[in-house]
Nanobody, 116 residues
Framework: QVQLVESGGGLVQAGGSLRLSCVAS??????????MAWFRQAPGKEREFVAT????????NYADSVKGRFTISRDSAKNTVYLQMNSLKPEDTAVYYC???????WGQGTQVTVSS
């Protein structure tokens, strides 16, 4: 059973940066073999896609709203996926979730709040 634990959220001023981490456990293979993603959910809104990194070839893809500001990466030796968030905006405020695509497993989420 895949388990995901996110961390790194917090309160930051607009223009600031945060790095989120997602530690995966219960994997059958190396983390590098799996497609992983970050989603977010703002109050009163549906959960939305933020970024994904594909298994094997590490293709990355981003939502238009974060392109050029956010970077997804992973360290397979640490079983960890990262989301580096720069130039944060108040509209980035949300709970951020890590997702293991093939099992549709989710973490508990980490709150990111960006003040103006």
């Amino acid at each position: 059973q895949v388990q995901l634990v996110e961390s790194g959220g917090g309160l930051v001023q607009a223009g600031g940066s945060l790095r989120l981490s997602c530690v995966a456990s219960g994997l059958t293979f190396s983390l590098s073999m799996y497609t992983m993603a970050w989603f977010r959910q703002a109050p009163g809104k549906e959960r939305e896609f933020v970024a994904t990194i594909s298994g094997g070839i590490n293709n990355v893809n981003y939502a238009d709203s974060v392109k050029g500001r956010f970077t997804i990466s992973r360290d397979s030796a640490k079983n960890t996926v990262y989301l580096q968030m720069n130039s944060l905006k108040p509209e980035d405020t949300a709970v951020y979730y890590c997702n293991h695509r093939s099992t549709s497993s989710w973490g508990q989420g980490t709150q990111v709040t960006v003040s103006s």
